[in-house]
């Protein structure tokens, strides 16, 4: 597509449930960046993946949070048992060159109630 | 702790002068600067670089300096125009360390109004 794409842009849930949050990077950007952004804060990094595999995971905050790239395009972040603090936007991107030439998507506010 | 420091939550312009952002780092080993523009609602779109070998990049109204001695870097935006209006993030990559070259470190963001 011309832009990343993540769906849901909004989702209310309630705590200790679990949610799925997608990502559809642009056609042929190997690489592809999950991000949190809390109120007030800027993005943080959570996972990179270099097409299908987590290169770097060190950004998850803990196992309840797990992401998957399994065909090397669209990308599924997932959240076990969510808690309140998870609240924030969940930030997708994409590039051809890791690192440079970074392509955001709108995001996914995550609420927790 | 901070590694990316935007210290200045907000500020406001009046159109046609110029706005002045300013970011501080602490990591020596950033060697790649970006600048970010966010809309409510939307993610962030790059604006501007500058590669820790220069002091200065221009890009139309736009211009990034950077003092590497000083770890600090700003945007530089003239004539500001009321569609500026956003916020401005800092952001660094270590692109030399052969290690996490993919990895951005954000600032907190600076909410920049533009006044008609």
């Known amino acids: 597509g011309a832009g990343v794409s993540q769906t849901p842009s909004n989702k209310v849930t309630e705590k200790g449930k679990y949610v799925e949050l997608r990502c559809d990077p642009i056609?042929?950007?190997?690489?592809l960046y999950w991000y949190r952004q809390s109120l007030g804060q800027g993005p943080e990094f959570l996972i990179y993946?270099?097409?299908?595999?987590?290169?770097?995971d060190s950004g998850l905050p803990n196992d309840r949070f797990f992401a998957v790239r399994p065909e090397g395009s669209v990308s599924t972040l997932k959240i076990q048992r969510t808690e309140r603090g998870d609240s924030a936007v969940y930030l997708c991107?994409?590039?051809?060159?890791?690192?440079?030439?970074?392509?955001f998507g709108s995001g996914t506010r995550l609420t927790v109630v | 702790d901070q590694q990316v420091k935007q210290n200045s939550p907000s500020l406001s312009v009046q159109e046609g002068r110029i706005s002045i952002l300013n970011c501080d780092y602490t990591?020596?080993?950033?060697?790649?600067f970006l600048w970010y523009k966010k809309y409510p609602a939307e993610g962030p779109t790059f604006l501007i670089s500058?590669?820790?070998?220069?002091d200065k990049n221009e890009d139309g109204r736009f211009t990034v300096f950077l003092n590497k001695s000083a770890k600090h870097l700003s945007l530089h935006i003239v004539p500001s125009q009321p569609g500026d209006s956003a916020v401005y993030f800092c952001a660094a990559l270590e692109v030399g360390s052969g290690g996490s070259n993919y990895k951005l470190t954000f600032g907190k963001g600076t909410l920049l109004t533009v006044n008609p």
């Open positions: 056609s042929g950007h190997t690489a």
């Open positions: 993946f270099q097409g299908t595999g987590a290169a770097d």
């Open positions: 990591n020596s080993m950033f060697d790649y």
């Open positions: 500058i590669s820790s070998i220069k």
């Open positions: 991107a994409s590039s051809l060159t890791p690192g440079l030439g970074y392509t």
